[in-house]
C-alpha cells in the first residue's frame, strides 16, 4: 500500500510577517536607551554698541601672465623686485597673505620661479613669507571676482 504524501505548497506564508516585524519594532523602541543630547555650555560677551574697528586684510597677488610677466597687485614687475615690494607690507604684518596666480596658458617654471623666490625671502629680505597661496584652477572660476 502506497501512502500519498499531502501536496506541498510553494506559497511562503506571510499572514504572521506584519505581527512579528511590529512586535520587533516594539521590542526594539522598547530596550534602547534614549540619550538626550545636551548643546553647548558656552557665556556670550556683554553687548557693546561700539563695535571694533577690523581692518580689511587685502593680500598681495601675483599675477603670471604668459611670457613671464609678472603682475605684482595690478603692477607689472621683475622676478627680482617682488620681495624688495613686499617687504614694506611684511614689516607691517609678518602674517600678510600672498596669493601666486598663474594664467592657464603660463609656463610652469615661472609660478616655480615665484614660489622660490618668495622662500628665499628670510635670507634675501631678513624676513619669511609664511602665508603662500596658489588657488587652483577651479577655485579661480567658483570664487575669483
Avoid: C, H
Amino acid at each position: 500500500m502506497k501512502i500519498k504524501k499531502p501536496p506541498v505548497s510553494d506559497e511562503i506564508p506571510t499572514s504572521s510577517m506584519a505581527d512579528i516585524a511590529f512586535l520587533l519594532i516594539i521590542y526594539f523602541m522598547v530596550t534602547t536607551t534614549f540619550a538626550a543630547t545636551r548643546g553647548l555650555d558656552f557665556s556670550l560677551p556683554p553687548e557693546d554698541d561700539t563695535p571694533p574697528m577690523v581692518e580689511k586684510e587685502e593680500a598681495v597677488l601675483i599675477e603670471i601672465q604668459s611670457g613671464g610677466v609678472f603682475v605684482v597687485d595690478q603692477q607689472t614687475m621683475q622676478l627680482s623686485e617682488i620681495l624688495d615690494y613686499l617687504k614694506p607690507k611684511l614689516e607691517r604684518n609678518p602674517k600678510k597673505p600672498v596669493i601666486i596666480r598663474p594664467q592657464p596658458d603660463a609656463q610652469y617654471g615661472y609660478m616655480v620661479n615665484v614660489f622660490d623666490e618668495l622662500r628665499q625671502a628670510e635670507s634675501k629680505i631678513g624676513m619669511k613669507v609664511d602665508n603662500i597661496s596658489i588657488p587652483t584652477q577651479r577655485e579661480i572660476e567658483m570664487f575669483w571676482f
